[in-house]
């Protein structure tokens, strides 16, 4: 009976491997399956406090991230098997600290995710065994003042970003010489020399936005740097480090000239997108420096309508200051003349109206009819000829009341 039993669970675990093939040797804690052509182990998010996951030499990609990983002893992943790693991703773990000979015997390991851990130094050579290494992040750990200065010359892309890093020394790169992309964004820094860049001679991108620049020369002359490295970049200090005219000729005549064989290098990151588009679909030539004449048309044509704009503002203001004030003058100057013309004319219709008037009553006496502006006859004069001076009001009422006023005389 038992040797029957046994038989049968031998021929079950043979049908098992037959049907499952590959996937039979996955750990009870991870997901398996093949990922671009590798054996892919997904261990993630299972409260892993080693790589010990039981994952066969087999693997080629291990997927350690978002565990509770705080260690990296010195061979202890070439111990556990894992030496035809080429992949693996530790990154959301607590690791600490990693010894130097941690990544011994993992010749093949290409691609290593250490991001969102709690590193605060590495040491320098901890990545030279590890020869065919080409990308590594190291983004959200706490270096600050202890960046890591790595020697690793077949390294091509590198992120450092979120790293707390306040000051990065001009030899950080010496052992970093084929670095293609450099992410350092989103970092404490204020200056970055340009001589820190200089070993840096495959340089294609460089991250440096979301860092407190202090744009000054410094920042400034780092982006003249990367505009004639034809090195991508997005543009830091847009406002505040405005060239001056005279400058601006030196600055983006080059960009002119390199756009033609390089577009991906622009200030504008909208631009930049299109071009980068139009160029991974590989127009003809004569179609690309059209391409690179219009925006760079668009830049020049923002930058001086962005210069011009204050100096406009003030000249139209002062020239509606002027005008204004000449208007100004112009209605004081003809309403005084007018003032005098009408009242003149006005006084005089009165006048010849009253006359009209008195004629009915005083025809003889003419002569005494005064303009409005002489003094008041003496008393015997109006006691004298009461009609004359009867209704003063009349000469108020005249326009609407001529009339009946006329008909109260009478
Ligand atoms: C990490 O793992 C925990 C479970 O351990 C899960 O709740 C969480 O959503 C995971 N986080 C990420 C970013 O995958
Ligand atoms: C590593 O895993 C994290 C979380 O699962 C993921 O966001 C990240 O892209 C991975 N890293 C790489 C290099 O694939
Ligand atoms: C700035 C600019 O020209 N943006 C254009 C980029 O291309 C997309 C479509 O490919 C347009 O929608 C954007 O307006």
Request: with cysteine; glycine share 4%; aromatic share 8%.
């Amino acid at each position: 009976m038992t040797r029957e039993a046994i038989g049968t669970w031998l021929i079950v675990l043979v049908l098992y491997e037959v049907a499952f093939g590959v996937s039979g040797w996955c750990p009870s804690l991870c997901e398996c399956g093949t990922w671009y052509n590798l054996q892919h182990a997904s261990c993630t998010g299972r409260h892993l406090y080693s790589i010990h996951t039981g994952a066969p030499s087999i693997v080629q990609a291990l997927d350690l991230s978002n565990n509770s990983i705080s260690i990296l002893n010195n061979y202890e992943l070439a111990e556990a098997g894992l030496t035809r790693l080429k992949y693996l991703n530790l990154s959301v773990n607590a690791i600490s600290e990693i010894g130097l000979n941690a990544f011994n015997g993992l010749s093949e390991l290409t691609v290593l995710d250490l991001s969102q851990n709690h590193l605060y130094y590495l040491l320098p050579d901890i990545f030279m065994p590890v020869k065919k290494l080409r990308i590594l992040r190291l983004s959200k750990n706490n270096f600050n003042s202890h960046v890591p200065r790595l020697e690793c010359p077949w390294l091509t892309d590198l992120t450092l970003d979120s790293c707390q890093i306040s000051h990065i020394p001009t030899d950080m790169f010496i052992g970093l010489s084929h670095l293609r992309t450099l992410d350092l964004s989103n970092n404490l820094m204020i200056q970055l020399d340009t001589v820190t860049l200089e070993t840096l001679q495959f340089l294609r991108r460089l991250s440096i936005e979301g860092n407190p620049w202090s744009c000054d020369k410094l920042t400034y002359d780092l982006q003249i740097y990367l505009i004639r490295k034809n090195i991508q970049y997005h543009a830091v200090c847009a406002k505040n480090v405005e060239p001056k005219k005279f400058e601006k000729m030196i600055i983006y005549n080059p960009r002119i000239k390199y756009e033609k064989n390089r577009p991906l290098i622009n200030l504008n990151p909208n631009i930049k997108k299109n071009v980068t588009k139009k160029h991974s679909i590989s127009i003809p030539v004569h179609k690309d420096t059209i391409a690179c004449v219009t925006t760079t048309d668009e830049t020049n044509l923002r930058k001086t309508l962005n210069s011009i704009s204050p100096y406009w503002f003030l000249i139209v203001g002062f020239l509606l200051g002027i005008a204004s004030g000449m208007l100004i003058c112009y209605v004081w100057i003809t309403r005084k003349i007018c003032r005098c013309s009408r009242q003149t004319d006005n006084d005089a219709q009165r006048v010849s109206l009253l006359q009209n008037l008195w004629q009915f009553e005083d025809p003889l006496n003419d002569t005494a009819i005064s303009c409005p502006d002489t003094p008041p006859p003496p008393y015997r004069e109006v006691m004298l000829r009461p009609g004359r001076y009867r209704n003063i009001s009349i000469t108020t009422n005249l326009n609407n009341n001529i009339a009946t006023n006329s008909t109260e005389y009478t």
